[in-house]
């Protein structure tokens, strides 16, 4: 029973399965809470190419808000888990590094299909963000509320 990348992101997020278990890496030995179901199961990297999609990293603040990190592009595949990834200035949009990037590591990434959507996405989220940081701003003696 294959799962699909959305269904495994929720699995995470939900804290019920790790990326470990759904890629196969833990040798057989899952401790997640979903006990073995799910081991495995992500669908495999032949089933979806992610090389040429563009992408949204996020780092959590310490409420739990989550905000845009980094952007980029799959660039070229390494092996079966480990992708060679571009980075993008958000301020100029041209790329400026390149890096490698493990799939369990981008389980939490969001992918696009087209700079475009990448873009359009990022002035939503920036506008998620710059609404997060006043608030955290507001409350810097209690950064909990934010």
Sequence with gaps: MAITLEEARVLI??????PQCLF???GGQCICRCGGKYHGELISSESISLVGR??????KCSCG?????????????????VYLVRYYSFFSGADYCEGLARVE??????????????DST?????????????????????????
């Design 54 to 59: 563009y992408f949204h990293t996020f780092k």
């Design 105 to 118: 590591d981008m389980i939490n990434w969001q992918f696009y299909d087209s700079r475009d959507w990448m």
């Design 65 to 81: 808000y989550r905000s845009v990190y980094q952007q980029g592009q799959v660039y070229g595949q390494i092996s079966e888990n």
């Design 13 to 18: 997020r939900d804290e019920v399965c790790s």
């Design 24 to 26: 196969g890496l833990e």
């Design 122 to 146: 990022y002035k939503s989220l920036r506008y998620k963000d710059d609404q997060h940081d006043r608030r955290r701003e507001e409350n810097s003696s209690d950064h909990q509320k934010c």
